[in-house]
């Protein structure tokens, strides 16, 4: 299985490509098309409300065509949307290719996370979200080498868009590899009981689970976008200086999901999560204090947020069941698109009307809450099992 699982870390790669270019470009890019700069949260909004609608309705699709059917399709659309926006000089277009944009996007992580979590031991859950930061860091690398060369931003997308068409092509020609990772009861007569997402949402402590993954995802959404703005206007950090740690953010959330994959193997889930989670609140807290003192917590929780989202995913079967795991895992997807798409407008909502020094608040209680709600999962696990009610 191992062509097949570097097959999915490349699909990973690719799957985060595309969600960093946006933002990497449009400040170039909105002038092109004659957009406002504010425009570019009407664009970031139909992907992300695309890709809620994909993740919710994967686990039907995974069922019909296959995991390997529905990642190729999906790779095919997000590259098919890539070279539509680079032939875009409008917004509206530019909003019309958004939508298969984030169609692709929610199926192929909501597939390729619950292949991953049936068959494949933690490390490479938590190697395979390192993994798609390798690809959001190289889409924005690709797309300042282009505009730095004067090719401009339609150049870095046609490259993105021959990157995932190339990946297309190679899925497609990879079935054999899918079909010996499945087992053979997998599709005997025996297995034909499916769990629609209506009937998921009913088994006992997946509503904790939901609400963890928008926690966290919400926690790790705002500390990227707010965290720069934060040491600036209320530590006295310089802007170049914030910039750094900001980006170390980042840097510590990829290096911890690569410890955390050595780690795995000696310890559980739910302990990495509970370390990560300490680490995290302990980052916080360095917010609070003052000038250059608050660095170090940028890093921390980045460092401590690693383990979470990929050991929740991982978890997914064992706690709901193979049979609820396709739907389970569709609806922590569409809660965590939810999380990264509400939080941060929320957190900058208040910040506005109070002051930005309450951000170290904001992301204290949802890393809490996150905490609070991974426990009581876990909980209902402990206590024999998750049953439907």
């Known amino acids: 299985m191992l062509p097949l699982l ?6 990973f790669i690719s799957l985060g490509l595309p969600d960093a270019l946006l933002g990497s470009a449009w400040p170039v890019m909105h002038a092109d098309i004659g957009a406002s700069l504010s425009a570019a949260g009407v664009i970031s909004f139909i992907v992300s409300a695309g890709t809620i609608v994909s993740s919710l309705t994967s686990d039907k699709l995974v069922r019909r065509f296959k995991t390997e059917k529905v990642t190729t ?7 098919l949307a890539l070279f539509g926006i680079s032939c875009s000089n409008t917004l509206w277009r530019m909003c019309l290719w958004a939508v298969p944009l984030g169609l692709g996007a929610g199926s192929v992580d909501a597939a390729l996370n619950n292949f991953v979590a049936l068959r494949y031991k933690a490390k490479h859950m938590n190697w395979l979200h390192c993994f798609w930061g390798v690809g959001a860091t190289l889409g924005p690398v690709i797309m300042s080498f282009f505009i730095a060369e004067h090719q401009g931003w339609k150049a870095a997308y046609r490259v993105i868009f021959i990157i995932q068409i190339t990946l297309a092509a190679i899925l497609f020609f990879s079935a054999p590899l899918w079909k010996k990772a499945v087992s053979p009861d997998e599709n005997s007569a025996d297995n034909t ?13 997946i509503k904790y689970a939901l609400f963890a993954f928008m926690c966290y995802c919400g926690y790790e959404a705002a500390t990227g976008l707010w965290t720069s ?8 950090v310089t802007a170049e200086r914030a910039a750094l740690w900001a980006s170390l953010f980042f840097a510590g959330i990829s290096f911890g999901r690569v410890l955390a994959g050595f780690l795995s193997a000696k310890f559980s889930s739910q302990t990495l999560i509970r370390c990560g989670c300490g680490i995290g609140i302990l980052g916080t807290a360095f917010l609070f204090l003052p000038g250059e003192l608050a660095l170090p917590g940028v890093v921390l929780i980045g460092f401590g947020g690693a383990p979470f ?10 706690r709901f ?3 609820a795991s396709g739907a389970a895992m569709g609806l922590q997807m ?4 939810i999380g990264t798409t509400a939080v941060p407008p929320i957190a900058g909502l208040l910040c506005d009307k109070l002051s930005l020094s309450v951000l170290p608040v904001v992301l204290l209680i949802l890393e809490i809450g996150a905490f609070a709600l991974s426990e009581k999962t876990n909980g209902g696990v402990q206590k024999g099992g998750l049953e439907v009610v």
């Open 73 to 79: 399709v999906s790779v095919f659309m997000t590259a």
């Open 321 to 323: 069941g193979k049979e």
């Open 229 to 236: 703005s934060f040491l600036v206007t209320q530590r006295g």
């Open 309 to 318: 989202y990929p050991q929740m995913i991982h978890e997914t079967p064992k």
């Open 6 to 11: 570097i097959l999915i870390y490349l699909a």
């Open 334 to 337: 569409a809660c965590a698109y």
């Open 193 to 205: 009981k499916t769990i629609s997402n209506r009937e998921a949402l009913r088994i006992k402590g």
